[in-house]
Nanobody, 115 residues
Framework: QVQLVESGGGLVQAGDSLTLSCAASGRTVSSYAMGWYRQGPGKERELVATIPSGGTTKYADSVKGRFTISRDNAKNTVYLQMNSLKPEDTAVYYC?????????WGQGTQVTVSS
């Protein structure tokens, strides 16, 4: 079993930056793909970025060039650096790890971008 805890969300203005963190506990996740989803008000959950244990990161078209996903395996943590934030980035952001043929999720962290 693995537990994920996100942090770093908050209220910012358009154009600002935020870095989200997702710390895993319970087992080492360095060998597994991780990523971030988000769900905005009245919207479906959307895949934002993924990072495999090795290989190429992937991003939703809506965040390419603005968001960067990274991981620190020594800290068992994945990050989402978000730059040039827009009001449409407002959402609850969830991290996940794909482990044992299923996704494990964190509780989410709210990001609100004011115009």
């Amino acid at each position: 079993q693995v537990q994920l805890v996100e942090s770093g969300g908050g209220l910012v203005q358009a154009g600002d930056s935020l870095t989200l963190s997702c710390a895993a506990s319970g087992r080492t996740v360095s060998s597994y793909a991780m990523g971030w989803y988000r769900q905005g008000p009245g919207k479906e959950r959307e895949l934002v970025a993924t990072i495999p244990s090795g290989g190429t990161t992937k991003y939703a078209d809506s965040v390419k060039g603005r968001f960067t996903i990274s991981r620190d395996n020594a800290k068992n943590t994945v990050y989402l650096q978000m730059n040039s934030l827009k009001p449409e980035d407002t959402a609850v952001y969830y991290c996940y790890v794909f482990l044992g043929f299923k996704n494990y999720w964190g509780q989410g962290t709210q990001v609100t971008v004011s115009s």
